[in-house]
């Protein structure tokens, strides 16, 4: 079993629509949890930390669920400009990424 | 302005020769990365060094070998041991370790004919 495990996708969503996925991860006393945003051909970036409490930013939520050992990703009223890969890390561990594309 | 910079952005180079990709950063950051990516996957870990003149074999370490003489500079090499090796390559650093957020560099494309 992979350390880290995404669904790669891809996921077809309309615009304006709410879209979720998870990434499960094996190390149940994993410490540091963050999502990536990678476009095609460019370098991952940063998009937000994911900490115990559960964070928002703007139209993005990050959980973290260590019961069942998984984070999630929300996006709520979804943009063409989110179309991309999102990666998740598990104590410095990626996940392969879940493509996302956002159809007019 | 702080950042990565990786040179050059595209490489061409012949089988059998080595080639060395550079990695500078001025973030002040401890910790440097080397990472592969091919097409339709996620980033595979090559090296990384937490500290000046210490480097640590990542998950596919064979065929490249990296140094890290100053704090800003991880440059990495690709051996002709490498046996496959076109790809997206991806330097990043954090401040610490492994556990911190990491920023990376534009990469290389390295296509070896």
């Known amino acids: 079993r992979k350390e880290v495990e995404q669904d790669p996708g891809p996921f077809n969503v309309p615009e304006g629509a709410t879209v979720a996925f998870n990434c499960t991860y094996s190390n149940s006393a994993s410490q540091s949890f963050f999502w990536y945003r990678q476009d095609c051909r460019k370098e991952p970036k940063l998009l937000m930390s994911?900490?115990?409490?559960?964070n928002e930013d703007g139209r993005f939520t990050a959980q973290l669920n260590r019961a069942s050992q998984y984070i999630s990703l929300l996006i709520r009223d979804s943009k063409l400009s989110d179309s991309a890969t999102y990666l998740c890390?598990?104590?410095?561990?990626w996940g392969a990424g879940t493509k996302l594309i956002i159809k007019p | 302005d702080g950042g990565i910079t990786q040179s050059p952005k595209y490489l061409f180079r012949k089988e059998g020769q080595n080639v060395t990709l550079s990695c500078e950063q001025n973030?002040?950051?401890?910790?440097m990365y080397w990472y592969r990516q091919d097409p339709g996957q996620g980033l595979r870990l090559i090296y990384y060094?937490?500290?000046?003149?210490?480097?640590q074999k990542g998950d596919i370490a064979e065929g490249y070998s990296v140094s890290r003489e100053k704090k800003e500079s991880f440059p990495l090499t690709v051996t002709s041991a490498q046996k496959n090796p076109t790809a997206f390559y991806l330097c990043?650093?954090?401040?610490?370790?492994?556990?911190?957020?990491?920023?990376f560099g534009q990469g290389t494309r390295l296509t070896v004919v």
């Open positions: 973030l002040n950051h401890d910790a």
């Open positions: 890390v598990v104590n410095g561990g």
């Open positions: 990043a650093s954090s401040l610490r370790d492994r556990y911190t957020e990491a920023f």
């Open positions: 060094s937490q500290i000046v003149n210490d480097f």
């Open positions: 994911v900490y115990s409490s559960g």
